[in-house]
């Protein structure tokens, strides 16, 4: 996707980058819907009294076993299941430096609606990072998903990558969260060229995952402490494409 190539040779054009922007978002929604769609788990089954969930499905063997011996059931006799996903509060954060220009940070903005589609908007934040690091979207703050996807569209991939400041914009972010499960989740390629040593910040997490972008020009090593210190674990998209899979399979481990 070359949107900013032709977002700037357009600039002069409002109505064509009105255009060009809807295209641009209409293709990353696509592209997070497919890896949502192709890779969707179910959630968990669990039951429930017909009291508590009045409009789930009706779980008729064990309703059927609750009720055999009693003359005069009763609301809590009738048994529902339902889908539950696991609740928790995330904050992710993209590395939108010089050499995530292009291409990189279109698959960026894929993984930042793969996140939007899978989690409840409250419960997630956008945290952008290069020299500095930006919130692009604030816990307990709803956005619809084409606006998570416009939003880091709109991110220029400029400056150096300061990872601490990312890490330190997480935790405040997470504290904002709603569940007691609060998780962080680092895009990089490990290769902190601005900040101080990110590994200090990283304590501060309960847990940190980080996802190792690229196969080429990057700090495995590095990655792989901030996992460690930050007691989550290392995902590797070995190629860029492999980006959005990547983190919807590792937001699937979360969720289950």
Avoid: W
């Amino acid at each position: 996707m070359r949107y900013h190539d032709l977002k700037a040779a357009h600039r002069h054009a409002p109505s064509r980058m009105l255009a060009i922007r809807a295209a641009a978002v209409r293709a990353v929604l696509t592209r997070a819907q497919a890896v949502v769609g192709v890779s969707r788990k179910e959630a968990k089954r669990v039951n429930a009294t017909f009291r508590k969930r009045p409009h789930a499905e009706l779980n008729l063997e064990q309703t059927f076993d609750n009720t055999l011996v009693k003359p005069h059931p009763d609301a809590d006799d009738l048994v529902v299941h339902h889908r539950e996903q696991k609740e928790l509060s995330c904050a992710m954060m993209l590395d939108t430096s010089l050499s995530m220009s292009g291409q990189k940070l279109a698959l960026l903005a894929v993984a930042a609606t793969v996140l939007a589609f899978r989690l409840p908007s409250a419960d997630f934040a956008l945290i952008a990072f290069e020299s500095a690091a930006s919130t692009l979207k604030k816990m307990r703050i709803k956005m619809s998903v084409p606006q998570v996807a416009k939003v880091i569209l709109e991110v220029p991939a400029i400056g150096y990558t300061n990872i601490e400041a990312a890490l330190a914009e997480g935790i405040q972010q997470l504290a904002l969260g709603r569940h007691k499960n609060r998780v962080g989740i680092l895009l990089t390629d490990g290769k902190y060229t601005a900040g101080a040593d990110p590994i200090l910040q990283a304590a501060r997490y309960r847990t940190l995952h980080v996802v190792l972008l690229g196969d080429f020009n990057t700090d495995p090593d590095a990655c792989q402490a901030i996992a460690k210190t930050g007691h989550g674990r290392l995902f590797k998209a070995q190629a860029f494409h492999e980006l959005p899979r990547t983190l919807y399979r590792l937001l699937n481990d979360l969720l289950r």
